[in-house]
């Protein structure tokens, strides 16, 4: 390798745990993952910034920033000039929440040349000259901002599913008689055949109508085995004829808009169900993925290619968390999302000239929020399960370790690697509903609430939520579901309240002449913030007879977790990992179980110490200075993270190219006294 490195890619890996990563390399796997963590730097300390969740922690890896100063100070912002319920905010999901300079827009403005690729809350691109797909929400395609809870839009829309059966958000259709078919195939006996309308569920594009054809046919004449399916009923027009189990390949199709235009969009489908009787009939669609609309400039997304990625909404976690399919599916699904992400990020770093190559992929935080709890021996249902959350877990992280081999190769030696998480996870907890305390200590009143006596029934009512969740969507649905569909259930009186939880990790006071409705007087502020700290410090929760919350600051004493001014609560809290859902509103430093939620934090390339483990305390803050240093690049207006320097092989780099310089200038006028005498 030379000394210097040419070029910096940062490959984040949402939820990316480092010492399960490790334990999977000691176990014989992962040998990109071996070869990085091994040939370079391992932070083994690295705390993400608190709330350990997704949109500020990976604003912080990209500004070196903590919450308080770029603004993006949880999964969701509260919405200005509205009352402090959880009901006002939003998904911060757009490069306009991030009141702080990333650092490909500092470098974009110093003549860099950039990529950002499926980066959370990058887009829109604010870069002159750089290159940016996909980035308003997880995963391609996708736009989360302004969604109040946890729900995402797509240019054309979800997942879809066709079946005779009852499933979530299924289009049913009834099986009958083909009738006025052409060009059926030969030896075909007593066909069956229905119509099914499109569904552009979620869809950001107002699409015409559009009618596809489905016909079931036996191809030995032992049962149905095969379903086509045409937008005409014309055999020879078929965009797919499959067996049971068969994935389709890419199909490409041009959808009509209701303005008249057309959008050219590529698809998979898997025939998941088909009886001998086609009683029992199940084909699901991936998302419509459009091959244009999703980048800065326009012409990069229409030349990129994939010939088996696709788009997927979630990477097969929501058709497995429905109860649609098994995990065979959801691998599946997850494995054509790393191929379209591998194939985009090298095509990128192969075609265009780069200085700087940022990326996100989300899978692994998808697949704990589905398996982490049953690779919990204290929290799995059964050894079966935790043996199969297991391998599930290992052939995930094996698919994303060809996807980070791919990008290595394309990227070269002369790169400098970073690899990241945003945070990790633990197993799923106990549920916490912070509108209990406050509740019991007279801060906060609900809607026709008139007595205490209506408190049991409040307290009743979260267990109903999760009754109604499970037996409407399933025991797979996740903590974190639950958890939202309980605050956004609460309805409190504005005009009798005190306080009022929001988001994942605050209390807001409901404080007069700042907030619509407010009861407070600014001269009692500082009294109800400390009733509200004695509420949730003193709250023992029924079930577990174990407190929930591990930490409560005041907005002021916040600060030392890097929280701070009008984007934070009132009070801030932390709770202990046995309750909550996998990651949020735990501390950073949490470890409970198999879970840890330290963040991933890895060097590797010129300048980059080989095979050490970096046992000081690291930050993601720090990822963008360190950067900057090693490559001397200017840094972000607002970076606020140190240097590692324990990380780099020469930690005296810039003192160096200073005397270095200092030594070229002595000679230089040298030799320029020389010449005057001559």
Not at 26 to 50: D, I, Q
Not at 358 to 365: E, G, L, Q, T, V
């Amino acid at each position: 390798m030379s000394k210097q490195a040419k070029r910096v890619a940062v490959i984040g890996f949402d939820c990316a745990e480092p010492h399960l990563i490790q334990k999977l390399i000691a176990e014989g796997h992962l040998p990109t993952f071996k070869k990085l963590f091994e040939g370079g730097v391992l932070a083994e300390n690295c705390l993400s910034p608190f709330p350990t969740i997704t949109p500020p922690n990976w604003a912080s890896i990209a500004t070196g920033a903590w919450p308080g100063t770029h603004h993006v100070t949880d999964f969701h912002i509260h919405k200005e000039g509205t009352s402090q319920v959880n009901a006002n905010i939003f998904e911060a999901f757009s490069s306009e929440n991030c009141k702080a300079e990333t650092i490909w827009d500092r470098l974009d403005a110093a003549g860099k040349k950039c990529i950002v690729c499926n980066y959370p809350g990058s887009w829109p691109s604010m870069m002159k000259n750089g290159i940016m797909v996909s980035g308003a929400g997880l995963g391609f395609g996708e736009y989360r901002n302004g969604h109040t809870g946890l729900e995402s839009s797509l240019l054309l829309g979800m997942d879809q599913i066709v079946t005779n059966g009852i499933y979530p958000h299924a289009t049913q259709v009834k099986l009958e008689d083909a009738e006025g078919w052409k060009n059926l195939p030969a030896g075909s006996e007593e066909p069956l055949a229905s119509r099914f309308d499109l569904v552009f569920r979620q869809n950001i594009e107002q699409m015409a109508q559009h009618t596809w054809y489905v016909l079931v046919t036996q191809s030995a004449g032992q049962g149905y085995d095969r379903v086509t399916v045409s937008p005409t009923q014309d055999v020879k027009d078929a965009l797919f004829s499959l067996s049971k189990g068969e994935w389709s390949k890419k199909i490409h199709y041009k959808f009509k808009t209701q303005d008249g235009r057309e959008i050219e969009a590529f698809f998979r489908s898997k025939l998941l169900q088909l009886t001998d009787d086609a009683e029992d009939f199940l084909l699901i669609f991936s998302a419509f993925c459009p091959t244009e609309g999703w980048s800065n400039p326009p012409e990069v997304a229409r030349e990129i290619s994939s010939e088996e990625g696709i788009f997927t909404f979630a990477a097969g976690l929501l058709g497995y968390t429905l109860g649609i399919y098994e995990v065979d599916t959801y691998y599946e699904i997850a494995e054509m999302h790393d191929a379209w992400l591998g194939d985009v990020a090298t095509q990128l770093i192969t075609k265009y000239p780069w200085d700087l190559f940022y990326m996100h992929s989300h899978p692994i935080d998808w697949i704990y929020h589905s398996h982490l709890t049953e690779m919990d021996e204290n929290t799995c249902k059964s050894k079966e399960s935790y043996k199969q959350a297991w391998d599930f877990h290992l052939k995930i992280l094996q698919s994303q370790d060809r996807m980070l081999a791919r990008i290595v190769e394309a990227a070269g030696d002369d790169t400098l690697f970073v690899l990241v998480s945003d945070h990790g996870a633990v197993a799923d907890g106990a549920i916490f509903n912070p509108y209990i305390p406050l509740i019991k200590n007279g801060l906060c009143v609900m809607e026709g609430q008139v007595a205490d006596r209506d408190l049991k029934a409040i307290e009743e009512s979260t267990e109903q939520v999760h009754t109604f969740f499970k037996q409407n969507i399933g025991d797979r649905v996740g903590r974190e579901i639950l958890e939202m569909a309980t605050l956004n259930m609460f309805n409190p009186d504005i005009k009798r309240s005190k306080a009022f939880p929001q988001r994942t990790i605050y209390i807001y006071v409901n404080l007069k002449g700042r907030d619509p409705g407010g009861i407070v007087e600014p001269a009692e502020y500082e009294k109800v913030q400390q009733q509200i700290i004695d509420a949730l410090y003193s709250y023992v929760d029924p079930v577990t007879g174990k407190r929930p919350v591990s930490l409560a600051l005041t907005r002021k004493d916040a600060r030392i977790l890097g929280l701070h001014g009008d984007a934070v609560g009132d009070v801030v809290y932390a709770i202990y990992p046995e309750f909550g859902g996998q990651h949020g509103p735990q501390l950073p430093t949490t470890e409970w179980g198999v879970g840890k939620l330290k963040a991933l934090e890895a060097f590797y390339g010129p300048g980059i110490k080989k095979g050490f483990k970096l046992e000081r305390t690291s930050g993601l803050t720090d990822v963008v200075p360190t950067i900057c240093y090693i490559m001397n690049w200017p840094v972000p207006a607002q970076t606020e993270g140190n240097i590692l320097f324990q990380a780099l092989e020469n930690p005296n780099l810039a003192s160096d190219r200073l005397k270095n310089l200092r030594e070229s200038l002595v000679k230089m006028e040298e030799a320029l006294t020389r010449g005057e005498k001559h």
